[in-house]
């Protein structure tokens, strides 16, 4: 089987990559120019060069591939120039699906995001049939996955066989950006976790959400989604937890949420507008974590034969990594 992979320079995908070598796939993996291959050190694959804001380079990349992942997204909680993640998360989506039709590709497994989801106030997990629509969704990542989540679905309704999957938040080593979640556990490493707030993630290990991709491939029904999450915790039993793994002391003070509001316009404008750097807070994530992101992984379970696992092992080897690598 070969497969064409994007975002295999990044967290998930790599895993995603890695897990298809492990099984036998011969791989394209697609790369810009400016990325960093940290993630791709030892693993037998064909990079091509190309860009999800390109169709074209996502035509010629692709040829005499059977399957496809697209596992790439922008994945930021503050942007400067919003347009640009709607041209890679919706756009690139688009393309990526266009450039599989004209190149018969039998399947596309898409990576959209938990954040998708209805979630509600009451802390009541989310499922794929929880009602939900664009208006639901805070801020450009989750209207942009909103959006592109959209057009994998109507495809997958049409004459391709496209299968979506919606990660809830991955943990584990290789996080080299980090990403938003791994910055949670870096900026506690680095004692910056001063407080908390009343909000809850859904954590999954990284190595079995790459695993439930390819079972997404293999039992997966096209025009479905399927959530792969692990442990539903509060945002104080990940601290409680980091914790106890780095032999750090955990946050007691929980801040009201007024007050997380107001650090969070503070934050967003003498980073984000003043200084031109991401925020570590913003108004938009302050108000994401007015919900518990908890969620259901039962169709999963049922339809694919995923299994729910404890957050514990894949803190760890975050931790483990982080520390390694020179982030903490």
Known sequence: MRAFVTGATGFLGSHVARVLAEQGADLRLLVRPSSNLKNLEGLKAETAIGDLRDPASLEKAMACCEVVFHVAADYR???????????????????????ARKNAVRCVVYT??????????????????????????????????FMAE?????????????????PTTPVGEQDVKPTPTGRIVVDFLKGKFPAYVDTGLNLVDVRECARGHVAALEKGKSGERYILGGENLTLKQILDKLGAIAGLPSPKVKLPYFVAYLAGAVDETVSGRMLGREPRATIETVRMGKKKMWASSSKAERELGWKTLPADAALRRAVEWFRANGYA
Do not use: C
């Open 77 to 99: 909680l503050w942007v400067r120039d919003p347009n640009e993640m709607y041209r890679s998360n919706v756009e690139g989506t688009r393309a990526i699906i266009e450039a």
């Open 112 to 145: 959209s995001s938990v954040a998708t989801m209805g979630f509600t106030g009451n802390g009541h997990p989310a499922d794929e049939d929880s009602p939900v629509a664009l208006a639901d969704m805070i801020g450009h990542y989750k209207r942009s996955k």
């Open 150 to 166: 959209q057009v994998a679905l109507e495809a997958g309704r049409g004459a391709m066989r496209v299968v979506t999957v919606n």
